[in-house]
């Protein structure tokens, strides 16, 4: 199971940067898009028994910093799963590394990396499963 994990997280690395990326750009958009109040128009405005004051303009911030806390969560959630990865890699020889960022990451079929590093295909799957064996239990944390 874990082996899969690993290859999902693998085969989505540049995903999951480009969706860090795009969390930004939301949280940003949220951060700098205000609607606010363009008119006092008292019939929005609630009152309850005690007294309280509901204003969009409160709702409109409450609604705000909730959108962006969950963004940073899942920023956040995203961005770890990129610090495994890279801190897997580092225990690899630069060969393994390489032939994982070709298999996985630029996601060239397993016969052209078999050829760019003068294997057989056969062997280059052995080699590409042995490396997965050796970092899987750094990337999943059961």
Do not use: H
């Not at 909730?66 to 890279?86: C, G, H, M, T």
């Amino acid at each position: 199971m874990n082996y899969k994990k690993a290859e999902w997280l693998l085969y989505n690395y540049k995903k999951l940067k480009a969706e860090i990326k795009n969390i930004e750009i939301e949280i940003e958009d949220v951060e700098n898009t205000y609607v606010g109040a363009s008119a006092i128009d008292t019939s929005q405005e609630n009152t309850s028994a005690t007294n309280k004051i509901s204003s969009t303009v409160e709702n409109e911030v409450l609604d705000k910093e909730r959108r962006i806390e969950y963004l940073e969560s899942i920023k956040f959630s995203k961005e770890n799963q990129i610090k495994k990865v890279d801190n897997a890699l580092e225990i690899l020889t630069e060969e393994d590394r390489k032939l994982i960022e070709l298999r996985y990451f630029e996601r060239v079929p397993n016969y052209k990396v078999a050829q760019r590093f003068n294997m057989t295909e056969e062997g280059c799957s052995a080699r590409k499963r042995r490396i997965i064996e050796d970092i899987k239990d750094i990337l999943i944390l059961d």
